[in-house]
Structure formats: C-alpha cells, structure tokens
C-alpha cells in the first residue's frame, strides 16, 4: 500500500519509509508520526510476505523498514531472513510490544557472524540516517573497533579504552591516552593495511 506519494527527502534522511504491522492502527500510527518527521514517502505492508511482494515492485530499497515481529503469513523474524538474503538489505527498526520475543529474535540472529554484522550495518546505517550520534558499548578488540569505523561508527567504550576506573583517576588516564594517542591510530593503520 502506498501512503505518500513523494519521494523528496525534507525529513531527518529517510526519503522512503516502509512499515511491516499487522496492525492497521500502528500502520496509521507510524504514518502520522513519519509525516510530522517529514519522510518523503511511507508504504506499508500488514505482514511479510506483502512486504516481499511490494519491495520486489520498488524501483529501490526504502531508507528505512519499521518491522513489527508477530504478523500473521510471514513473521518480522522470517522477514528479517529474508531480507538478509537480498543484494541490499535495507536497515531495520523492529517494534515489538512482546519484549521476550524481539530479544529472543534478536539472540537467534546474532548466533552467526554474517548476521551480526547485517545487524550491526542496518543500525549504523539507520542511526547516520536519522543523524543521530552512535555509541558502540562493549568494544574489546581492534577488531572490534576498525570494523565499527569501518560503518561509520566513531564513538566507542569498552575494555579496549579502559577498565572502569574511579572518578579521581580519569584526568591523569586522559593526559596518559592523549600521549599514547599517536602510537595507537598508527598501530590501527598499519593492522589496516596488513588485513587488506
């Protein structure tokens, strides 16, 4: 279904939205909201196998998919493998009212490594898209870190920067990692060029 027939992008970076809900008033709901942001174009789909059928008629993939988990055909988590296996995975919000079942789905996806980082793309790409700051949580590797750049993601904490520490001692760990700064982009460089 297509709600808004304009594609120009006057909004927060997302000229073309499409909701997956099997719910007619969240459809609605997130069309509203989606005109007050300013989103060029909203289509709409009351589960997934819809979903499928109108994102193979789009001449490009939306910006953005809001992707609702308990749909009757074709559920967001099948939706969400589906659409893992196109060229372009568009990136994706899921929105759950059932907390268990998105954390669940979310565990099942992330147990292989090319699905976590479809899912770690599509947040990155949705966030920049929405101009929104990222902060990466748990980063313990550089490479960890290179591949969160790699996305656009510049913001990070983790043990990679530091063991938590008390309030009193965070100056002198700044002064110390602004020295130490150089020594570590370089060595970020030079892991760059021997994996490439």
């Given at each position: 279904?297509?709600?808004?027939?304009?594609?120009?992008?006057?909004?927060?970076?997302v000229?073309?939205?499409?909701?997956?809900?099997?719910?007619?008033?969240?459809r609605?709901?997130?069309?509203?909201?989606?005109?007050?942001?300013?989103?060029g174009?909203?289509?709409?789909?009351?589960?997934?196998?819809?979903?499928?059928?109108?994102?193979?008629?789009?001449?490009?993939?939306?910006?953005?998919?809001i992707?609702?988990?308990?749909?009757?055909t074709?559920?967001?988590?099948?939706l969400?493998?589906?659409?893992?296996q196109?060229?372009?995975?568009?990136?994706f919000?899921?929105?759950s009212?059932?907390?268990?079942?998105?954390?669940?789905?979310?565990?099942?996806?992330?147990?292989?490594?090319?699905?976590?980082?479809?899912?770690?793309?599509?947040?990155?790409?949705?966030?920049?898209?929405?101009?929104?700051?990222?902060?990466?949580e748990?980063?313990?590797?550089?490479?960890?870190?290179?591949?969160?750049?790699?996305?656009?993601?510049?913001?990070?904490?983790?043990?990679?920067?530091?063991?938590?520490?008390p309030?009193?001692?965070?100056?002198?760990?700044?002064?110390?990692?602004?020295?130490h700064?150089?020594?570590?982009?370089?060595t970020?460089?030079?892991?760059?060029?021997?994996?490439t």
């Open positions: 279904m297509d709600d808004a027939p304009d594609d120009r992008a006057d909004g927060p970076g000229a073309r939205l499409l909701v997956v809900d099997d719910s007619s008033t969240q609605r709901h997130m069309l509203g909201l989606a005109r007050e942001l300013g989103v174009r909203v289509d709409t789909a009351a589960d997934g196998a819809e979903a499928l059928q109108l994102l193979r008629r789009l001449p490009n993939v939306p910006d953005l998919m992707i609702d988990l308990a749909m009757p074709m559920d967001g988590v099948e969400i493998q589906r659409l893992q196109l060229p372009r995975c568009p990136p919000v899921v929105a009212a059932r907390e268990s079942l998105l954390v669940g789905a979310v565990e099942e996806m992330a147990r292989e490594p090319h699905r976590r980082r479809v899912i770690l793309e599509s947040a990155l790409e949705m966030a920049q898209r929405l101009d929104l700051v990222t902060v990466a748990d980063v313990e590797t550089l490479d960890d870190r290179m591949l969160l750049r790699c996305y656009g993601c510049k913001v990070a904490q983790g043990y990679l920067i530091s063991r938590p520490m309030a009193v001692e965070l100056p002198a760990w700044l002064q110390s990692h602004q020295r700064r150089p020594a570590l982009r370089a970020a460089r030079r892991e760059r060029t021997t994996t």
